[in-house]
């Protein structure tokens, strides 16, 4: 391999056919001349071409395929000429340069020699260690595509980011969202799920249906199984959140709301019966009080509320063993749109509220299929103030364009999955924490089951892996009538 050509940060590489590397790969340019060395990373592959070498080829069919003779060739030059038409250029991208203390540095004031400098793939145990990622808590992601060598990530550089885990569907998105979510766990972290597809439960069951090492620390919520609280609990601040984001009750209603609330309370009787008793007496305007039944009726239905005082769902019950994690999966396949962004709303007021207090502990929150409810009325705050409530979000969705670009831009940790659709991948590269053409070139062409990782979690530097099996019931595939 030979550097070619340079144009802004991008070189270009001539490569013979037996070179083995690919998209993605590393690269180490080691300048003899200058002493210094320069990292680079493929991100497209093509032929080297030139309109005389295009004559030729034609040419060489042409004659081919009208003579039966083997033409005499004591010189091997149609092996020579083989060997020139089947030259690539690979087209990279410069991720920096290895100081005299063989750490990764920016500089790359310089430019490698074409006359004196060798080339070479640069692994990744290379790489890391020019990089100096290390941790305490590792997470296995998988095995890295070009020379099938483990590669981890650490829970220290999940902790207190935004990530996010996108790719069109069946890439394997909730399969790396599982993997993270049982090492988290297995660290000692507590998660909550919010699962729209039944699929989460599974990580409390090994493939063969015993229960797999997380099966004590696994707990299924599903509106009115388990996911049920007190009015008490759950606040007035966390109620009126439901009601007025979720539900889209008026500013009028919401006032008497407030005075119905502060009556009960001093009653000490908070319960949904007495709750609805009161809207039905209370002198109030009929449209004010129309409205404040409907909802009602809607909080009733849901079954997320206690008819009594009887103890409900507390989340400082679950998250109080602080040496041991805990993940809850909340269920929402089998309910309605509104009681989902119901639940979300009452789940994360009642948890920023906890967290605050300082109740329980910091809380890392995967959310699949969040194209489906994310709103900016009760995720904005979450977003740009994730690190001091203690909530770290993990969005995973198929649909990109559905995520505002604010989210994007105050991402950590991005996982990209196959995409082959130009508009999403616009929307990608437009607010990712790569550049455009890498993420346009190595997305589009990524098999099953291999994303491209990019922010803190690998130091900034892309890599392209191909994700680990997971060892426990994935859950979540396409159910097929045709069956093989």
């Known amino acids: 391999m030979k550097v070619l050509t340079k144009n802004s940060n991008e070189l270009v590489i001539l490569a013979m056919k037996g070179d083995a590397v690919s998209k993605g790969d590393y690269l180490l340019i080691e300048d003899g001349k200058l002493n210094r060395k320069m990292i680079v990373q493929i991100y497209d592959e093509e032929y080297l071409s030139s309109q005389s070498l295009i004559e030729d080829i034609v040419r060489d069919e042409v004659i081919t395929a009208s003579s039966t003779e083997n033409l005499h060739d004591p010189l091997n030059i149609a092996n020579l ?66 020379d099938n060598e483990d590669f981890e990530i650490y829970a220290e550089d999940l902790d207190g980011k935004l990530n996010i885990v996108t790719g069109k569907k069946e890439s394997g998105k ?66 009126s959140n439901v009601l007025k984001n979720a539900l889209d009750t008026p500013a009028a209603s919401m006032r008497e709301f407030f005075r119905i609330w502060d009556w009960l309370e001093n009653r000490d009787n908070l319960e949904i019966e007495a709750f609805g008793n009161a809207i039905n007496t209370w002198n109030i305007n009929e449209l004010v009080r129309d409205a ?61 509220d906890l967290l605050e207090k300082e109740i329980i502990p910091p809380i890392f929150l995967f959310a699949e299929e969040a194209h489906l409810y994310i709103r900016e009325t009760y995720w904005e705050d979450i977003i740009t103030r994730m690190r001091h409530f203690g909530i770290y979000p993990t969005f995973i969705t198929n649909q990109p364009d559905a995520i505002g670009d604010g989210i994007y831009r105050q991402a950590d940790n991005i996982f990209l999955f196959n995409f082959t659709n130009d508009v999403d991948l616009d929307k990608i590269s437009k607010v990712s924490l790569a550049d455009n053409d890498t993420v346009r070139s190595i997305v589009k062409t990524l098999p099953h089951r291999c994303c491209l990782t990019i922010g803190k979690v690998v130091c900034d530097l892309p890599i392209v892996l191909e994700i680990a099996s997971l060892g426990m019931l994935a859950l979540g595939e396409t159910k097929k009538f045709f069956k093989t």
């Open 292 to 352: 404040l039944v409907s909802r009602f009726h809607v909080l009733q239905a849901s079954r997320l509320f206690l008819q009594n005082h009887a103890d409900g769902l507390k989340f400082e019950n679950i998250f109080s063993n602080k040496n041991k994690g805990a993940v809850i999966v909340v269920s929402m396949a089998k309910i309605i749109p509104l009681v989902r962004r119901m639940v979300v709303e009452l789940v994360l007021n009642k948890l920023v």
């Open 81 to 146: 000429s083989r060997m020139i038409r089947d030259a690539r250029l690979f087209r990279t991208k410069i991720r920096g340069t290895i100081d005299a203390s063989g750490k990764i540095s920016s500089d790359v004031t310089w430019i490698p020699s074409r006359v004196y400098s060798k080339l070479r793939r640069l692994s990744i145990a290379e790489l890391n260690e020019s990089l100096g990622r290390t941790g305490i808590f590792p997470i296995k992601l998988g095995r890295t595509r070009g």
């Open 174 to 239: 909730s399969h790396l969202s599982k993997i993270l979510i049982k090492s988290l766990v297995q660290h000692g972290a507590f998660v909550i799920v919010f699962d729209l597809n039944d699929e989460y439960g599974g990580i409390a069951t090994n493939y063969d249906g015993s229960p797999s090492s997380l099966a004590n620390q696994v707990k299924m919520l599903q509106s009115g199984k388990g996911l049920s609280f007190s009015l008490a609990y759950c606040g007035k601040a966390a109620i």
